[in-house]
Antibody, heavy 121, light 108 residues
Framework: QVQLVESGGGVVQPGRSLRLSCAAS????????MHWVRQAPGKGLEWVAL????????FYADSVKGRFTISRDNPENTVSLQMNSLEPDDTGVYFC??????????????WGQGTLVTVSS | EIVMTQSPATLSVSPGERATLSCRAS??????LAWYQQKPGQAPRLLIY???TRATGIPARFSGSGSGTEFTLTISSLQSEDFTFYYC??????????FGQGTKLEIK
């Protein structure tokens, strides 16, 4: 069955860095767009970043552009999010999610359980 | 950026009754509109995509309608497990993908 398992969350000071990973299994990973979505405590969902099926195209929310970098390793079935210059507003649960196809014009049909990032001094 | 607005923020309905949740887009998203259900402490789950197509394994009591800028999620005959949070999302004009702020469906 399809599984997405995030890791790498934790408590970090403002201005520091953190790297999240998402391990995928149960499907042909390199056939799908992958996303990161976050949720601040008690708030709604915010899309963070997209990477195309082959890693050639990447898109970011304005709130993280220039600070976060999404990447993927297709042979290892993983997608990562390198987060630099972290700010308190980056605090929240980070989900990796699968786009349901190879294009970006698809809903997010599978989600991981999320990993909590807390940015605080 | 397309702004998605959900109403109401909180909806109180009795078990066994029908719930109607609304989502409005600031400009047309055609039918590239999805609905997600999220229970506290869990990941979102895709319910509806293409405005009206149920995702795999979603019960028939969930239905979606609309196109352009106005969308509706209807849950007929509410079950206890349906009382939670619902989000709409557009995936027509991106980046960014945008979500509504959510509707909390609570027991009346």
């Amino acid at each position: 069955q399809v599984q997405l398992v995030e890791s790498g969350g934790g408590v970090v000071q403002p201005g520091r860095s953190l790297r999240l990973s998402c391990a995928a299994s149960g499907f042909t990973f390199n056939n799908y767009v992958m996303h990161w979505v976050r949720q601040a405590p008690g708030k709604g969902l915010e899309w963070v970043a997209l990477i195309s099926y082959d890693g050639s195209n990447k898109f970011y929310a304005d709130s993280v552009k220039g600070r976060f970098t999404i990447s993927r390793d297709n042979p290892e079935n993983t997608v990562s999010l390198q987060m630099n210059s972290l700010e308190p507003d980056d605090t929240g649960v980070y989900f990796c999610a699968r786009g349901s196809g190879v294009s970006g014009w698809d809903p997010f049909d599978r989600w991981g359980q999320g990993t909590l990032v807390t940015v605080s001094s | 950026e397309i702004v998605m607005t959900q109403s109401p923020a909180t909806l109180s309905v009795s078990p066994g009754e029908r719930a109607t949740l609304s989502c409005r887009a600031s400009q047309s998203v055609s039918t590239k509109l999805a609905w997600y259900q999220q229970k506290p402490g869990q990941a979102p789950r895709l319910l509806i995509y293409g405005a009206s197509t149920r995702a795999t394994g979603i019960p028939a009591r969930f239905s979606g309608s609309g196109s352009g800028t106005e969308f509706t999620l209807t849950i007929s005959s509410l079950q206890s497990e349906d009382f939670t949070f619902y989000y709409c999302q557009q995936y027509n004009n991106w980046p960014p993908y945008t979500f509504g702020q959510g509707t909390k469906l609570e027991i009346k």
